[in-house]
């Protein structure tokens, strides 16, 4: 019996051992072939993208008539379509997608992505960015929000619709919009500042261990890791935090200013029904209903745009790494 415990504890470890291995081996091979993969601006036009599907549906529902039918209406269809644009331009929608996390990270290709709608949109067009953005750091996140910013500032109606949650940087960013539409159960919100961090001062002096630090500036250093706080510096930690609430409300009133900011602002969130009456949103609806409309009803021109960066190897390792933490089942969320 002990001989099997002991080779059962051998086989698992030599199992763990052959996973990691394989686990790298895979993760190498899959980062160095996404380096070919393309990068730069792509567009899609998701008119075509959502008659296609129709197409297929009807392909297999519809008798041979019915079909051949169907076949006649979208032909005269497109006719007036075509028609119509030569009187009147037919309004385009670029759709642009921002998934956020605590760095903002995706900031660098939204950027690229505003630059090119800016470069080409008129006031007769419209931007929607759809958001999925929890919050994190103040600065990338407030860049964030000046990208959008961008857009309003070249007169291009801009319309955010939120699908899962727009919370803290996130809602910053939504804030700029002039329409925002969330679904029914988004998460909105969390007009609030946080700042955190571990002390282990008594941890370094019950093993004797000093901890120096050297400032010049009588704020360059206020709450540390490793030193000693003490009430002034925690005075000081909050008097900043105020500071950027302050700044994160008065941005939120500049663009809703019909916003009950003191009842808002409370670091709280809401579902998107909820949000709807406090006013911190415009609309209940999804992305999926807001575009599929604009094609059917209005006649739009739908075009996604993405732009993706080169990443550098390192980064592709990460990625493909991420991906099979994920795919195993182990993965992490950072959430409000």
């Not at 008119?47 to 197409?55: H, L, S, T, V």
């Not at 750091?137 to 291009?156: D, M």
């Not at 700029?176 to 909105?188: Q, T, W, Y």
């Not at 360059?220 to 930690?237: I, S, V």
């Amino acid at each position: 019996m002990e001989f099997i415990v002991d080779f059962g504890l051998f086989f698992l470890k030599a199992l763990t051992i052959v996973i990691a291995i394989v686990a790298v081996v895979v993760a190498v091979v899959s980062a160095s072939r996404s380096g070919d993969a393309s990068h730069g601006l792509s567009i899609e036009k998701l008119n075509e993208k959502y008659q296609g599907m129709a197409d297929k549906l009807n392909q297999a529902m519809l008798n041979k008539n019915e079909l051949k039918a169907y076949g006649k209406a979208q032909k005269k269809k497109q006719k007036e379509l075509d028609k119509q644009a030569e009187e009147t331009p037919l309004r385009r929608i670029f759709v642009l997608n921002f998934k956020g996390d605590i760095r903002a990270s995706q900031v660098d290709s939204l950027r690229e992505e505003v630059s090119a709608v800016v470069s080409v949109g008129t006031d007769n067009d419209e931007v929607v960015v759809c958001l999925e953005n929890p919050g994190g750091t103040v600065h990338e996140h407030g860049l964030a929000a000046s990208q959008l910013l961008r857009i309003r500032e070249h007169g291009i109606p801009l319309t955010v619709i939120v699908d899962k949650v727009a919370a803290s940087g996130g809602y910053l960013m939504a804030s700029i919009a002039d329409k925002i539409i969330a679904a029914r159960f988004a998460i909105i919100g969390s007009i609030g500042v946080l700042a955190q961090l571990p002390n282990f001062n008594r941890f370094l002096e019950e093993r004797g261990i000093d901890f120096e630090q050297v400032t010049a500036g009588k704020y360059k250093r206020t709450l540390t890791m490793f030193g000693k706080n003490t009430e002034a510096d925690r005075e000081k930690t909050k008097e900043d935090l105020e500071e950027v609430h302050r700044l994160f409300k008065g941005a939120v009133t500049e663009y809703r200013t019909e916003l009950d900011i003191e009842e808002v602002a409370t670091g709280e969130y809401w579902y998107g029904t909820r949000a709807l009456e406090l006013g911190l949103v415009d609309e209940i609806g999804s992305s999926d209903d807001y575009l599929m409309s604009s094609v059917s009803k209005d006649n739009a021109q739908v075009y996604a745009v993405v732009y993706k960066g080169k990443e550098s190897f390192m980064q592709r390792l990460q990625g493909a790494f991420a991906g099979i933490l994920t795919s195993l089942g182990v993965s992490s969320y950072n959430g409000l």
